[in-house]
């Protein structure tokens, strides 16, 4: 277990074909908020950029209203008006887009000012909505929305600017255990380059021509197992082929080829849409809990295997359910990892079929390459070719 408690905790949560960082922010801000009324005053004195004495309050997080899903709302008293503020949070993403019921196009930021402004009761209530974002998103400053609900786009190293300020000078011996707390989710944040630009290190810089060379053999390992793995075995499921080593956003964890039921070869198609993988390369996220690492969480595993989405339990549990294939899976292990978890699309209803094994065991032997393509070719030979696995799958 990882000395910092947050990080610790982010190795445990759900998150199959997503990387939900901003739910798991969202709780741990809220609860700062909740347990540290005095920093509460503080960030929202700093949003609203006046001293606020906050009294009774309640805080809520994923809160549903008519045109979302909000991440925090915080309501308060102050001179007997009831205050109400939603933050959106993002980190590596953006507020999104739709079409509303008239067919024009608006923005989330924009749904959630005017509904505050449809709940606003001059001098009974003021409402207020917030962005919280890694970086300034262009377009949502303050004074380009000109929502009189809108606060502006505030950014994670604000947040961990205040709450460094706080901690340095909080005196309260009552407060030691919270401010501990505190410190690790701003040592977290910093650790998910979420609070600002931190000074080199001389081991960051000490490893900078190491790792120049490690890309070029990755990148030489993963042109050879694309070259490897032809799609002719899979025509028939109408597979497409993607070749994963570009490091976009959505796919950047995955290098080697992924054989999928997506549309389009473009990355987002891959990681979002398709439900079914055919995965072959190295798998280099220590976050991710559907491929479980073999070993240091920080080595990359080398990973084949089929990975098939549900988008209901009850669509998965009819799969699970038959005798054959229930049987056949069984058959699979222990030579196979086989899991399967049942949630809702964004955080379960999956089933992984797969051998992975650290490149860390690959350091002791001859022809690292010879090995590992032959330990690929030996899961996609078995895996494609034994009983129908993709065709129960499938169908």
């Given at each position: 277990?990882?000395?910092?408690?947050?990080?610790?905790?982010?190795?445990?949560?759900?998150?199959?074909?997503?990387?939900?960082?901003?739910?798991?922010?969202?709780?741990?801000?809220?609860?700062?908020?909740?347990?540290?009324?005095?920093?509460?005053?503080?960030?929202?004195?700093?949003?609203?950029?006046?001293?606020?004495?906050?009294?009774?309050?309640?805080?809520?997080?994923?809160?549903?209203?008519?045109?979302?899903?909000?991440?925090?709302?915080?309501?308060?008293?102050?001179?007997?008006?009831?205050?109400?503020?939603?933050?959106?949070?993002?980190?590596?993403?953006?507020?999104?887009?739709?079409?509303?019921?008239?067919?024009?196009?608006?923005?989330?930021?924009?749904?959630?000012?005017?509904?505050?402004?449809?709940?606003?009761?001059?001098?009974?209530?003021?409402?207020?909505?917030?962005?919280?974002?890694?970086?300034?998103?262009?377009?949502?400053?303050?004074?380009?929305?000109?929502?009189?609900?809108?606060?502006?786009?505030?950014?994670?190293?604000?947040?961990?600017?205040?709450?460094?300020?706080?901690?340095?000078?909080?005196?309260?011996?009552?407060?030691?255990?919270?401010?501990?707390?505190?410190?690790?989710?701003?040592?977290?944040?910093?650790?998910?380059?979420?609070?600002?630009?931190?000074?080199?290190?001389?081991?960051?810089?000490?490893?900078?021509?190491?790792?120049?060379?490690?890309?070029?053999?990755?990148?030489?390992?993963?042109?050879?197992?694309?070259?490897?793995?032809?799609?002719?075995?899979?025509?028939?499921?109408?597979?497409?082929?993607?070749?994963?080593?570009?490091?976009?956003?959505?796919?950047?964890?995955?290098?080697?080829v992924i054989f999928h039921d997506?549309?389009?070869?473009?990355?987002?198609?891959?990681?979002?849409?398709?439900?079914?993988?055919?995965?072959?390369?190295?798998?280099?996220?220590?976050?991710?809990?559907?491929?479980?690492?073999?070993?240091?969480?920080?080595?990359?595993?080398?990973?084949?295997?089929?990975?098939?989405?549900?988008?209901?339990?009850?669509?998965?549990?009819?799969?699970?359910?038959?005798?054959?294939?229930?049987?056949?899976?069984?058959?699979?292990?222990?030579?196979?990892?086989?899991?399967?978890?049942?949630?809702?699309?964004?955080?379960?209803?999956?089933?992984?079929?797969?051998?992975?094994?650290?490149?860390?065991?690959?350091v002791q032997r001859n022809n690292?390459?010879?090995e590992i393509l032959a330990l690929?070719?030996?899961?996609?030979?078995?895996?494609?070719?034994?009983?129908?696995?993709?065709?129960?799958?499938?169908?």
């Amino acid at each position: 277990m990882d000395s910092n408690l947050f990080l610790s905790l982010f190795e445990y949560r759900p998150r199959p074909n997503r990387r939900p960082l901003e739910d798991f922010v969202t709780e741990c801000i809220a609860y700062i908020f909740q347990n540290d009324i005095a920093f509460l005053g503080i960030y929202l004195g700093f949003l609203l950029r006046r001293n606020i004495l906050v009294d009774k309050f309640t805080i809520a997080t994923q809160l549903p209203v008519s045109r979302g899903i909000i991440d925090v709302a915080i309501t308060w008293i102050e001179n007997d008006v009831r205050n109400s503020l939603f933050l959106e949070h993002k980190v590596w993403s953006s507020p999104w887009e739709y079409e509303n019921d008239e067919g024009i196009k608006e923005d989330q930021i924009t749904a959630y000012c005017k509904y505050q402004a449809e709940q606003t009761i001059p001098g009974v209530t003021n409402n207020y909505v917030a962005l919280i974002s890694n970086f300034l998103v262009p377009g949502y400053s303050k004074e380009e929305k000109m929502h009189d609900a809108y606060l502006g786009n505030f950014t994670w190293w604000d947040i961990s600017r205040l709450l460094s300020e706080h901690i340095r000078g909080n005196n309260d011996q009552n407060q030691n255990a919270l401010a501990k707390i505190e410190k690790e989710f701003v040592d977290f944040m910093r650790r998910k380059n979420m609070a600002g630009f931190e000074d080199f290190t001389l081991a960051e810089l000490s490893s900078i021509l190491f790792f120049r060379s490690y890309k070029e053999k990755l990148n030489s390992l993963v042109g050879r197992i694309c070259e490897t793995f032809k799609s002719k075995e899979l025509d028939k499921y109408r597979l497409r082929k993607y070749e994963s080593w570009r490091e976009t956003e959505s796919l950047r964890d995955y290098w080697g080829v992924i054989f999928h039921d997506g549309g389009k070869d473009a990355a987002s198609t891959v990681a979002e849409e398709a439900g079914l993988w055919v995965f072959l390369g190295l798998f280099t996220n220590t976050e991710e809990d559907y491929f479980p690492k073999s070993a240091d969480s920080n080595i990359p595993d080398i990973f084949g295997g089929i990975i098939k989405w549900f988008e209901t339990a009850e669509e998965m549990s009819t799969v699970l359910s038959n005798l054959r294939t229930s049987q056949l899976l069984t058959g699979l292990e222990p030579q196979f990892n086989v899991s399967s978890k049942v949630g809702d699309r964004d955080s379960g209803n999956y089933i992984v079929i797969g051998k992975q094994e650290s490149l860390l065991n690959f350091v002791q032997r001859n022809n690292h390459e010879l090995e590992i393509l032959a330990l690929l070719k030996n899961v996609y030979d078995q895996l494609i070719d034994r009983k129908g696995i993709l065709d129960k799958l499938i169908a």
